[in-house]
């Protein structure tokens, strides 16, 4: 397996248009986590889906982000409109089972928006 | 909500030195695992423990979970070059599924 792959790596943008992040997890997890990451705030959690359900969004920021799982080899991070104070590195993770193993992270997408 | 704290945030090292990174839970903890992240890189796993005052050891690592499974350790010996990076832990809850992250030990190593 290839791991989790995420595109694009990087991603520049001008404030107020609208960025889609993609993710492929690895074959056969059933759990899926997004993460941004930011020098300040560190490594968060935005929201998780197990069996492409989600379960926890409280961490996505505002109403301008939002996440989707249409089927158990993709999901897509998007934010509309994009604001500078987005600019991050966007992480996907899956894992088989959240209670108790590892989470494989993608490479990141790193987001500019100027 | 739970907060996982990690010190220091910075640990500046001599290649060959030893050296011990700290993660606290707010709260009670099932598991905590631990993540080691290159400069521009993403996290990577190194190994998770469950029970109350478990110790694992890769090579020259050292982990251990407290006691009370509300703190955890990395523990170093013979820093190398290679050993740079920033080591995050992560602890989940018994009652959730949450993994959250502390923010992480940037470590770097003087030749």
């Known amino acids: 397996d290839a791991g989790v792959i995420q595109s694009p790596r990087h991603e520049v943008t001008e404030m107020g248009q609208e960025v889609t992040l993609r993710c492929k997890p690895i074959s056969g997890h059933d759990y899926l986590f997004w993460y941004r990451q930011t020098m300040m705030r560190g490594l968060e959690l935005l929201i998780y889906?197990?069996?492409?359900?989600?379960?926890?969004d409280s961490g996505m920021p505002e109403d301008r982000f939002s996440a989707k799982m249409p089927n158990a080899s993709f999901s897509t991070l998007k934010i509309q409109p994009s604001e500078p104070r987005d600019s991050a590195v966007y992480f996907c993770?899956?894992?088989?089972?959240?209670?108790?193993?590892?989470?494989?992270f993608g490479q990141g997408t790193r987001l500019t928006v100027v | 909500g739970q907060q996982v704290m990690q010190i220091p945030q910075y640990q500046h090292v001599q290649e060959g030195e030893d050296f011990t990174t700290y993660c606290n839970s707010s709260t009670t903890l099932s598991n905590i695992q631990w993540y080691k992240q290159r400069p521009g890189g993403h996290p990577v796993f190194l190994i998770q423990?469950?029970?109350?005052?478990e110790v694992k050891k890769q090579k020259r690592l050292t982990f251990q979970f407290g006691e009370a499974k509300k703190n955890s350790s990395l523990h170093i010996t013979a820093t190398q070059t290679t050993d740079v990076g920033t080591y995050f832990c992560a602890g989940r809850r018994a009652a959730g599924n949450k993994l959250t992250f502390g923010g992480g030990t940037r470590v770097l190593v003087k030749p």
């Open positions: 423990l469950v029970k109350s005052g």
């Open positions: 889906f197990n069996n492409n359900v989600p379960i926890d």
């Open positions: 993770a899956s894992s088989l089972r959240q209670g108790g193993t590892e989470a494989f």
